[in-house]
């Protein structure tokens, strides 16, 4: 039986590690950065420009390739590559999606947002974002993880990923988790784990349709830095894992 793959929706506040987290997701990885955030990463990275040429080859195991994302334009072309399937990512990051809807509006209009543009906006969007998540289900498709990344919005006490108009409500069916990274307790030394809430409580979207992570970890992944490795615990690829095991 072939592996099953997983599309998450990861969000939290600004600085949480949010990056970090989508980075252990099974290599080679494609990381879409409409943000500037990967300069840190941990894992070695390549430069992809798809305008240039096709994806990069003979990838390390754990290779993170970066096509910083200046423009909505640019999403377009990364999907012709990939739904090509010569590739070599076992997944796809994009990062994020609070960003690319900005990009998204711009390419729409550079003057006060109006109310017919939100349908366009959506009409837009809905169709790429749809053909990153399908990328799991192409024959032969080496991927199995895609992993959508938005910063979280609090409104009339409902934290939920920020991303605006209808395309919030469309992209939870379009996903297997949405997961809310937050910190967790503190540590002994000061320092500060995280967790990835995947239970909708105390006012926050969540939820997991595959059901291992909630049933494993009653709703709430803790995410820790190992002081002796520097690598997290219980990050993306061993989640991936535990849920074919599981299921």
């Keep these: 039986m072939a592996d099953k793959a997983w599309r998450l929706l990861l969000f939290g506040d600004a600085k949480t590690g949010k990056t970090s987290l989508a980075e252990t997701a099974p290599g080679p990885r494609l990381i879409l950065d409409a943000e500037g955030g990967t300069s840190w990463l941990a894992s070695d990275t390549v430069t992809w420009n798809p305008l240039e040429g096709p994806p990069p080859e003979n990838l390390d195991s754990d290779a993170s390739v970066v096509v910083p994302i200046l423009e909505w334009e640019m999403i377009d072309r990364i999907n012709t590559w990939l739904r090509r399937g010569d590739h070599e990512f076992r997944s796809v990051i994009l990062d994020s999606l609070t960003e690319i809807q900005k990009q998204a509006k711009r390419s729409i209009t550079d003057q006060g947002f109006k109310i017919q543009d939100w349908g366009n906006l959506y009409s837009l969007m809905d169709p790429v974002l749809r053909e990153l998540r399908d990328l799991t289900q192409i024959p ?15 409104r009339e006490d409902r934290t939920v990923p920020d991303v605006q108009g209808s395309m919030a409500r469309a992209l939870a069916g379009q996903v297997d988790t949405i997961g809310y990274l937050r910190p967790g307790a503190m540590n002994s030394d000061g320092t500060t784990n995280r967790e990835l809430l995947v239970d909708a409580r105390q006012g926050i979207a969540a939820g997991d349709r595959t059901k291992v992570l909630r049933r494993q970890f009653q709703g709430v992944v803790p995410i820790v830095l190992n ?3 520097d690598k997290l615990e219980w990050n993306l690829s061993q989640m991936l894992e535990l849920m074919n095991r599981e299921s």
């Design 227 to 229: 002081d002796e490795t």
């Design 140 to 154: 032969g498709s080496p991927v199995r993880c895609v992993v959508l990344v938005a910063l979280a919005n609090t």
